[in-house]
């Protein structure tokens, strides 16, 4: 049983929620006889009310007030439900009560969910226009689609090492499939907020978290059709290269913490060389705007997460079996082979391999910075291909430094 000074902070924090959210409610309660019935007493009381009722008789008699709450609120309802017809009230009514009841037990999440509730409430209309005219269908599907990856598919992926030489486990792949379109989503909701207005450096950097390789190639034709927007579009290729090594930390990291470990001096080698290059391009062009006929595009690509997966599983595969048979050069092969296709597939596998025992972290460095490498050859191969000689010579000086700056760390990291 809590002490005086305890319960009293306890039926304070009630208090505090039905006074929070019923001053909400309050001032949007109406006037006259056609006025909402409940305003921030209501919603103070009830609060209480579900307080004192599980202070004195527990669950059961928290349980007899909501059911007289939800009684009352439902004959209210039905005077006000031709000039509202919404329950937006009725139900933050009855969540009054239960989380008056649920201070008395967990006083500081119960606050934090009624403050969560007011901020809800309150952005009623920015949530309505963002739901309505912001937000896109084809952006809401893949808003679903990853809400069914990640609370439906991820929990009834087996969690073990399984099929040929035990190199695959299919809970680490689909956790970095996730992470990967968290990551993808993020840059996509960076430009659909900020807009186009900050010019192709911010949209390259945010498109790069989907595919740095697409949006090299992307503002190389971008280029290529329009010289004018040369430099902004160099700096966009080269920030790409920036959420390329942003990618690769957070998947090392969630994959193996001891690989992240050995390579971390690398990657922020290699960023601050593409942040440094990329820079040096979007300050002479930052009040350069983005043409209109831009495209932000959508949250994640679905067929490219699948191939991202299946690479991952047949890099893992491919790099278990040269192990087996040719020691520690044949996962540096695998992994520079799937470097020319994805530098993320070859990292994931590199320390899944960590993770799983079958090699050291220090060991892990080399085919992991040749998959950076291979990938980095792509890049230059499709800046040659999409934006002429003129784009290439400028985009090419900043990669060679990004994976110089990554293969200096390592040596640092060596010998210091």
């Known amino acids: 049983m809590p002490g005086v000074y305890d319960l009293a902070y306890r039926f304070a924090a009630a208090l505090g929620i039905g006074l929070l959210i019923g001053a909400e409610r309050e001032r949007r309660k109406g006037e006259g006889p056609s006025r909402s019935p409940a305003g921030i007493r209501t919603f103070m009381i ?124 299919p809970r680490t792949i689909w956790k970095i499939v996730i992470l990967i379109m968290s990551i993808s989503a993020g840059g996509h909701i960076a430009v659909r907020l900020l807009g186009p207005r900050f010019g192709l450096p911010l949209a390259g950097l945010a498109s790069g978290f989907v595919s740095s390789v697409a949006t090299i190639a992307a503002m190389g034709a971008r280029a290529r059709k329009d010289p004018v927007v040369s430099r902004p579009a160099v700096a966009g290729a080269v920030l790409s290269t920036v959420a390329t090594v942003i990618q690769l930390a957070v998947v090392l990291a969630a994959t193996s913490w001891p690989a992240f470990s050995v390579l971390k001096i690398s990657l922020v080698g290699a960023g601050l060389a593409a942040i440094i290059y990329g820079a040096l391009f979007t300050f002479r062009n930052i009040r350069q705007g983005v043409p209109d006929s831009m495209q932000v595009g959508r949250f994640f690509g679905l067929k490219t997460t699948f191939i991202f997966a299946g690479t991952i599983a047949l890099v893992q595969l491919a790099a278990a079996a040269l192990d087996a048979k040719f020691g520690r050069s044949g996962v540096v092969v695998a992994a520079a082979a799937a470097g020319f296709a994805d ?26 910075l040749a998959g950076l490498t291979t990938n980095t050859v792509t890049k230059m191969v499709v800046a040659i291909s999409s934006g002429g000689k003129r784009f290439a010579l400028q985009i090419i000086p900043g990669l060679i430094l990004v994976v110089l700056g990554a293969w200096f760390g390592t040596i640092f990291s060596l010998f210091r």
């Open 46 to 169: 009830a609060s209480l009310s579900g307080g004192v009722s599980l202070a004195l008789g527990g669950v059961p008699l928290l349980a007899i007030t909501f059911l007289g709450v939800a009684g009352l609120t439902a004959i209210g309802y039905m005077r006000t439900e031709e000039q509202d017809p919404g329950l937006t009230t009725e139900t933050a009514l009855l969540l009054t009560v239960l989380l008056g009841g649920f201070a008395l037990k967990e006083p500081v999440t119960a606050s934090a969910l009624a403050v969560t509730v007011a901020i809800a409430l309150m952005a009623r209309t920015r949530i309505h226009h963002f739901i309505r005219d912001v937000l896109s269908e084809e952006e809401l599907t893949d808003a679903l689609i990853f809400a069914a990856a990640a609370l439906v598919v991820l929990p009834l992926v087996p969690d073990r090492y399984v099929g040929p030489l035990n190199a695959i486990n």
């Open 343 to 368: 530098t993320h597939s070859a990292a994931v596998s590199v320390a899944s391999l960590v993770a799983s025992g079958k090699l050291s972290a220090q060991e892990s460095a080399l085919p992991i």
